[in-house]
């Protein structure tokens, strides 16, 4: 029996506001234990809840990179249930008018650039609860509460996706899409972006939806694939075997690798979602509503797309420029300059550029690099007036200090010889310098050459063409009654 | 004798410096001291802070500074309202050790004013109640007989003002309980309008129906606590922000060419036969006065006890969730795990009225029974918001009795729930519909145990329905006298 | 209809001690049998009305509770943090 697996994923994105979503503390990732909060997030007798006006545009900007539709007008609910990271043992959510519905992104799914579209359900605004701290030598557990009322969108797909490959390709644009639009800072290893996976399975062909699995604590993209390998595999069996799958709530363990029972539907929280009472309607204004979508700058998965018809970068590359929108927006700028080749600015941005970001734990913006740098130094290149190696020492002058290309080549002295004329000079010299070594190549032994090439970069101090000196010497020998190999 | 003086007379008498504060607060706490063992109404006194704030004031005052009409003048403090660095108790064991960290938007207000708390007052616990019996602490005694109740919740807040205690008090009204305590106490009681006053720091009963409001003597002194402490405030989302009149000053008696409703279902047979008259009697000398009567109908007053409990027992069972002896408040002393100490917690911690109050909120809104109750009774409330909008289409206001019975026995109705609400039967309408309500003392009844009547307005009416009771209270004298028996 | 107090009284984290039960139930049901006796509703949506729309809050931070301050009341706390049974 062959089965299809169906996907279905709630996302859950911290939002970099300032403030909390009810309160004015401080929305921050790392503090001390219990050191950002204050009678309202902790639910103390009395406090009063107030709606963070940040926290509904980012919601609204999120809907429109989701092509949502927006409801202008909406409330809040409470979702009751119990438990030391709640406060006020209720989340405040939404529950029946979302601020956005309906809407879909389109996940790039091969190196073609071939799109697959999933349907986005709903996003909507609420609040996160604290942590709970464990330790296996300590016999209780503890509660830190600063993370209780960071804002949260939830955004929950259709169940559209049909592979664990699709759903991490549908994570990553999602937290691509997110971070464009600056909603989230999608900080994996700091828990801004969270996923619940469900997951069912049916014969192939089937239009009935099996029942569905619930699963929580997935906390990596990469641990949604194996979480839904895993899953898909756990009712697969069960079926196999005779038996139904029925629905539960399940604990992903990463290390482990399994699930493990969580809640079953009988057990399922009766949430008893009610209006809250404590916040009125929230209505944006329209003007507000399309102000908002007219600021979406071009997002990721259109942007790589762009890169690959447009400049022919294949989608790996296009994918690690739109990943950074920093460097992104620096190769864009690079590429209206206009005076070198995109894909040679694209792989110095890649390569010697990101090694030395990484190596320094900077951004662009703490370099003095500029596009028209880059740009400069890259058509040098592509001129032959440098080499390639000259080319490194150019740029960690530019990132360091922000000179321009031709001013470090002056100083430097890195300006490569081209001149036909003595560079042919110097291959005479090194060739009568080193008759061993041309008896050698003679006699077949062709990795010579790159020896007598060496010979020629040191005798020009480094300056001379390398590919140039190596014509030179090839067609001297050959002169010289060599065969060329 | 400073205690029997009204708030407004005091506040005159310090600004011609007939007396100090200093003098009013140790007056008051004598009178304290000699009655509150019998009445009960106080649960906690802030002596040192009060006599130290008076001192202040008086310095200042002498200093030449203007100071606000409250500047000076003592108040109690219903105890679900939090008084930051004193102990807010809620009435309750859950609470018994609880001092908040910050104090409600109100008593901020009430700071700057100058006014000078006195300590907490009694009240049922976490406001669920019509007598004051359901507190974990002690039960307040009416002030006229001190064998029968003084009403609820803000039991402790009619007592204090009915004794001489203090010449004002803060409570709090969900559905009647500022104004019952007023009509068993024979006094002044006001609930605002929604939203009029801000909830930040009101230990949250009924979050849509819950509001602060003052009680006193006399109208002008309702007038003027009123409009100390209504505003619109940043902290809490359902407050509203408009201009506010100085409700004190403003004030003027104004009962003629004024539209009075009565409306029938108010009257019916639950009634007691003495309240009705006395109401009746005050709305025909309203009427010698150049008042319009006119009778009226709100059909759907029949059901508004079943969607207040509803209602309000939803909104409870939420907000009361947090105190589960996590972080804050009561713990129970043992327990095998997370579950057995909420539990434990929460059964030891609450009286039985909050318990069957949780236990109904939380049955009507779970799975299965949103529909037939919650929902229910939400589209109950848009229809009777709808019929009095109708009714105020054609009068300035309605006079109703505040509740069918005057004062019960301490005792009587513990033995029945249900027939413990049917006291709310009169008020529960004004807070579903979000309006407000003057309660004012019309007459004894044949043991001689206080009346009252309720007048109703339309949402931001508050002027209107004070300057209507001005004009009545002129005309009987006011009702600023101390049971002799105290 | 039937009021389930065993189940609700899970769902609140009531626990009704064996002795209460009978007194408890019976009350429970008197209260239920009142409040359901409601009109047949004539509409059937709860309406959302822009008149209603509250203001938001502009997102500017505002000074926290000191830690201190905040664990004040805590019942158990260690390490800055509030105790509570074990919840794994």
């Known amino acids: 029996m062959n089965y299809e697996i169906v996907i279905g994923l709630e996302v859950h994105a911290e939002l970099c506001t300032a403030t909390k979503i009810y309160c004015g503390c401080k929305n921050a990732f790392g503090a001390e234990v219990n050191s950002n909060c204050c009678p309202v997030c902790t639910g103390m007798p009395g406090t009063l809840p107030t709606l963070n006006e940040k926290v509904v545009d980012y919601a609204i900007t999120a809907g429109h990179a989701l092509h949502c539709k927006i409801n202008r007008i909406s409330k809040q609910d409470r979702k009751n249930y119990f438990y030391p990271d709640l406060p006020k043992a209720y989340q405040i959510s939404q529950f029946d008018v979302p601020l956005c519905e309906d809407g879909y992104v389109d996940v790039i799914v091969d190196d073609s650039g071939a799109t697959k579209r999933v349907g986005i359900t709903r996003i909507h605004i609420e609040e996160d609860a604290g942590k709970l701290l464990h330790h296996e030598s300590f016999e209780d ?22 592979s664990a490959q699709d759903a991490k390709a549908y994570l990553e644009t999602l937290r691509s899409i997110l971070v464009y639009i600056g ?43 194996r979480a839904i390998e895993y899953e898909s ?10 038996g139904t799958v029925t629905q539960e709530t399940r604990r992903w363990d990463d290390d482990k690798g399994v699930n493990v029972l969580m809640r079953s539907k009988e057990d399922a929280h009766d949430y008893r979602y009610f209006p809250e009472p404590d916040l009125g309607v929230i209505a944006v204004a329209r003007e507000r509503v399309d102000a908002l979508k007219a600021s979406l700058p071009e997002l990721p998965n259109a942007k790589l797309l762009r890169y690959m018809r447009e400049w022919g970068l294949p989608r790996f590359d296009a994918g690690l420029l739109v990943e950074n929108p920093e460097k992104a927006a620096f190769f864009e700028a690079c590429t209206a300059l206009g005076t070198a080749p995109a894909k040679a600015v694209s792989n110095w941005l890649l390569g010697d ?49 922000g000179k321009a290309p031709a001013e470090v080549v002056k100083e430097k002295g890195l300006g490569q010889i081209s001149d036909t004329g003595a560079l042919e000079a110097v291959a005479r010299e090194v060739l009568a310098s080193n008759a061993g070594a041309v008896e050698q190549y003679k006699a077949g032994k062709t990795n010579v050459l790159g020896f007598l090439v060496g010979q020629c970069m040191k005798a020009s101090k480094g300056q001379g063409n390398p590919a140039l000196l190596r014509e030179l010497l090839l067609g001297l020998m050959e002169s010289m009654g060599t065969p060329r190999y | 004798m ?28 004598a009178r304290i001291a000699r009655v509150d063992g019998k009445v009960r109404a106080f649960l906690s006194l802030t002596e040192e802070q009060a006599l130290k704030t008076a001192a202040e004031l008086d310095g200042r005052r002498a200093g030449g500074e203007a100071l606000a009409p409250l500047a000076g003048i003592p ?77 609820g919740s803000s039991g402790g807040s009619g007592a204090a003002v009915a004794a001489g205690m203090a010449p004002l008090s803060l409570g709090s009204d969900t559905g009647g309980s500022i104004r019952l305590p007023a009509a068993f106490c024979g006094v002044v009681g006001l609930k605002p309008t929604y939203g009029t006053v801000s909830r930040y720091g009101l230990v949250a009963f009924a979050s849509s129906l819950d509001q602060i409001g003052p009680l006193g003597r006399s109208v002008a002194d309702v007038a003027m606590l009123y409009a100390a402490i209504c505003g619109g ?12 009149p100085d409700f004190g000053r403003a004030l003027k008696p104004d009962a003629k060419g004024k539209t009075i409703g009565i409306p029938k279902e108010y009257f019916g047979k639950g009634v007691d036969a003495d309240v009705a008259d006395a109401v009746m009697a005050a709305a025909r000398a309203l ?94 409330q848009q229809q009777m918001a709808e019929e009095f909008a109708g009714v105020f289409a054609t009068c300035d206001c309605l006079l109703t009795p505040t509740s069918p019975t005057t004062a019960f026995k301490l005792g009587e109705n513990l033995g029945s729930p249900t027939k413990m609400y049917a006291a709310d039967v009169c008020t529960v309408t004004v807070n579903i519909a979000g309006l407000p309500a003057l309660s004012v003392p019309c007459g004894r009844d044949g043991d001689g145990l206080p009346i009252g009547m309720q007048l109703i307005g339309p949402k931001f009416s508050e002027q209107t329905l004070l300057d209507v009771a001005h004009h009545y209270e002129q005309l009987t004298g006011g009702w600023n006298q101390l049971p002799e028996a105290l | 209809m039937k009021i389930d107090v065993a189940h609700v009284a899970k769902l609140s984290r009531l626990r009704i001690p064996p002795e209460q039960l009978n007194q408890f139930e019976q009350q429970m049901q008197e209260i239920v049998n009142m409040v359901e006796d409601l009109p047949q509703p004539t509409v059937d949506n709860l309406s959302l009305r822009e008149s209603d729309a509250m203001e938001l809050r502009p997102d500017e931070v505002k000074p926290s509770l000191h830690r201190k301050l905040l664990l004040a009341g805590a019942p158990k706390k260690q390490a800055g943090c509030v105790v509570v049974p074990k919840t794994l």
């Open chain 1, 141 to 162: 557990t503890l509660v830190d509460f600063n993370r209780c009322g960071v804002p949260l969108i939830e955004v929950v797909s259709e169940p559209d996706l049909r």
């Open chain 1, 183 to 225: 909603v989230t800072d999608g900080k994996m290893q700091e828990g801004s972006i969270r996923c619940d996976v469900n997951v069912s399975v049916r014969p192939e062909g089937s239009a009935q939806l099996g029942t569905r699995c619930e699963m929580k604590n997935v906390n990596t993209f990469s641990g949604a694939m």
């Open chain 1, 233 to 242: 595999r756990r009712q697969m069996e069960l079926i196999e075997a005779g």
């Open chain 1, 353 to 401: 550029v990101s090694r030395i970001l990484n190596e320094k734990h900077w951004s662009l913006c703490d370099t003095r690099l500029t596009p028209e740098g880059l740009c400069g130094m890259v058509a040098m290149i592509e001129g032959s007036e440098i080499s390639n190696t000259a080319g490194k020492t150019v740029l960690e002058e530019m990132l360091l200090h």
């Open chain 2, 2 to 29: 400073l205690y029997t003086k009204t708030a407004a007379e005091l506040s005159s008498m310090l600004r011609q410096g007939q007396c100090s504060s200093a003098e009013i607060v140790r007056e008051q706490y």
């Open chain 2, 75 to 151: 108040l109690g403090v219903k105890d679900n309202i939090c008084t930051k660095d004193v102990a807010t108790t809620c009435a309750s064991r859950m609470l018994e050790s609880f001092v908040p960290p910050y104090s409600a938007t109100v008593m901020e207000k009430l700071e700057a004013a100058g006014a000078i708390p006195l300590g907490k007052l009694n009240l049922d616990e976490f406001a669920m109640g019509s007598s004051c019996e359901n507190s974990y602490f002690q039960k307040t005694a009416n002030p006229h007989d001190v064998t029968r109740v003084p009403g």
């Open chain 2, 233 to 244: 405030d940043d902290m809490d989302a359902t407050s509203i922000n408009r201009e506010y």
């Open chain 2, 287 to 380: 009427e010698g006065e150049g008042a319009r009567l006119a009778e009226v109908s709100l059909p759907s007053t029949p059901y508004a006890l079943n969607a207040y409990y509803i209602i309000s027992s939803a909104e409870a069972s939420s907000n009361l969730a947090r105190f589960d002896g996590v972080k804050y408040g009561f713990r129970a002393d043992e327990f095998e795990d997370l579950t057995d100490m909420y539990e434990q917690t929460r059964s030891q911690g609450f009286g039985q009225e909050v318990k069957r109050r949780i236990m109904l909120g939380t049955y009507v809104l779970s799975s299965g029974y949103y529909d037939a109750y919650y929902k229910r009774a939400k589209l109950l």
